[in-house]
């Protein structure tokens, strides 16, 4: 079973002056604005390392729901941010890691079997799978 799912980008003008627009298949984005200045100079708008970290972190929270499943445990709450670092290397820029942290409530879980399952999502995310950066976690189990 193959899913396909599609997001889509329009872009105008050279890369300092430019702008483009990003939108999803589902709509949830819908032409939003991002160019250089939203990118590299927090202007308002979207930038594609905090798309990543946002997929990122949607995918990881799924991947450690259903682990916790199989492990026959339910969360009462998964929280997962992603930071995606984008660093300037000799021949342009390239994104080198993922700082994934967790905070989550999970009835019956104990520390040891909590840190296994998060590390098995970390590991096991379809994300986490597309890149070739080094992606590091950093869990809180609360509750």
Not at 70 to 78: E, F, M, R, Y
Not at 87 to 105: C, H, M, Q, S
Request: proline share 4%; net charge negative; glycine share 10%.
């Amino acid at each position: 079973m193959t899913i396909k799912k599609y997001g889509t980008a329009h872009w105008e003008g050279p890369i300092k002056e430019g702008k483009g627009t990003v939108s999803t298949e589902s709509q949830a984005l819908n032409q939003q604005p991002y160019g250089f200045n939203t990118r590299f100079e927090d202007k308002p708008g979207t930038n594609p390392e905090e798309l990543l970290g946002a997929a990122h972190a949607a995918c990881f929270s799924m991947a450690f729901s259903l682990i916790l499943g199989n492990a026959g445990l339910t969360a009462k709450s998964i929280d997962t941010k992603a930071v995606v670092s984008l660093n300037k290397v000799a021949d342009g820029f390239e994104i080198d890691a993922v700082a994934l942290t967790l905070e989550a409530n999970i009835p019956g879980a104990t520390q040891e079997q909590f840190e296994e399952l998060a590390n098995k999502a970390k590991t096991g995310c379809p994300v986490s799978k597309l890149f070739k950066a080094t992606i590091t976690l950093d869990a809180k189990l609360v509750g």
